[in-house]
């Protein structure tokens, strides 16, 4: 079955006033209609632009490049602005990070709720409103009809969540790219968004690709994991792969500074990554983990490939899988 999104080698270049910054360097998956990917990585590694690369969303004077970049047997990379702009919000939607910034003080919730339904699928006002109130049931907010004429700013963080979730499903889209969704709110609210995100993934049909810093949020919704790091993928898997068998090092040691319930102890000392996240200014020398990592040795100073772990399991590291499974990170 042809994937309903396929990525190979897909790179984004940006020029900087220090050199050419490169935040994606060439990652490739695929994702079937209804399978949830959810990609992996601390801050900066380059999660969002990707999500933006694939939306068509970069900057102008980003550079977006790759071998194929096929969704539903088109090339985007060969589209034009004005056809990818008919494929955004009706057949692939992106729920942004932060919705207080995403949704426009200026207009109320159903104005923006219907403003793409009315563009792409050309129903009257009545119909989009009508649709608007019923999604708005669908993600949990109460009294649907009147919040259409609220206000941003008149909402919780947690309801206006709610509303890019709603506004994303407006047009019925094959795929919905989750940008960080749940991380400006608190725990419980998190476990509900989470909840109904995959209730309505399942209901719908839709596929997804859920960006987040948090292994513990993943593995409640995944089939799917890529973890990235300095702009790349070091290791991709099935869900139960990545958590019961990982073997890069930089998913260890992720995996180290999440506490599991049951086995560790309170006030046991969690795991943790030291150093930073490399420059990609101008590119990455050799393995981009090797400074943090305590296993690098001369091998590092070349860049290895994502080899075959193991049916669906990949992994970006010189040492062999054994050596790599055997490894534990230490307590902070």
Same mark, same amino acid.
């Given at each position: ?8 080698? !897909? ?37 969002? !632009?990707?999500? !933006? ?27 034009? @602005?004005?056809?990818?702009?008919? &494929? ?15 949704? =426009? ?61 709603? /506004?994303? *499903?407006?047009?019925?889209?094959? !795929?919905?790219?989750?940008?960080? #969704? ?25 596929? /997804? ?44 040691? *992720? ?14 000392? &969690? ?6 996240? #490399?420059?990609?200014? =101008?590119?990455? @020398? ?16 070349? @860049? ?23 490894? @534990?990170?230490?307590?902070?």
């Amino acid at each position: 079955m042809e994937p309903l999104l396929s990525v190979k080698n !897909l790179r984004v270049e940006i020029p900087v006033g220090t050199g050419m910054l490169k935040p994606v360097r060439g990652i490739s998956f695929d994702l079937q209609k209804g399978e949830t990917l959810c990609i992996v990585g601390e801050s900066g590694c380059g999660k969002s !632009l990707t999500s !933006l690369a694939l939306m068509g969303l970069l900057p102008k004077v980003a550079r977006r490049s790759g071998d194929h970049l096929r969704f539903a047997g088109q090339d985007l990379l060969g589209l034009k @602005e004005r056809q990818m702009a008919k &494929l955004r919000g009706q057949d692939m939607s992106m729920i942004f990070q932060e919705p207080m910034t995403s949704l =426009n003080p200026a207009y109320t919730i159903g104005d923006q709720l219907t403003e793409g339904m009315i563009r792409h699928q050309r129903v009257s006002r009545a119909e989009a409103r009508d649709r608007a109130a019923f999604l708005l049931e669908k993600v949990g907010i109460t009294a649907a009809a009147s919040r259409l004429t609220q206000y941003p700013h008149q909402l919780s963080g947690g309801l206006r969540q709610r509303v890019m979730i709603a /506004m994303s *499903l407006m047009c019925g889209p094959d !795929l919905i790219i989750a940008d960080e #969704p749940t991380t400006a709110l608190d725990v419980t609210i998190q476990a509900k968004i989470l909840r109904m995100m995959k209730n309505l993934q399942a209901e719908f049909g839709m596929a /997804m690709i859920f960006i987040t810093h948090d292994l513990g949020v993943v593995a409640r919704i995944a089939d799917k994991i890529a973890v990235m790091y300095a702009g790349a993928f070091v290791e991709t898997g099935t869900a139960q792969q990545i958590f019961d068998a990982p073997t890069h090092p930089y998913t260890k040691g *992720l995996l180290s500074c999440i506490p599991v319930p049951g086995k560790t102890e309170r006030g046991a000392r &969690l795991g943790a990554v030291p150093g930073v996240v #490399p420059s990609l200014i =101008n590119g990455v @020398e050799g393995c981009g983990f090797a400074s943090r990592c305590p296993m690098r040795q001369a091998a590092c100073g070349s @860049e290895p490939d994502l080899t075959d772990r193991g049916a669906e399991h990949s992994c970006r590291c010189v040492h062999d899988t054994d050596t790599l499974r055997n490894m @534990e990170w230490e307590a902070a």
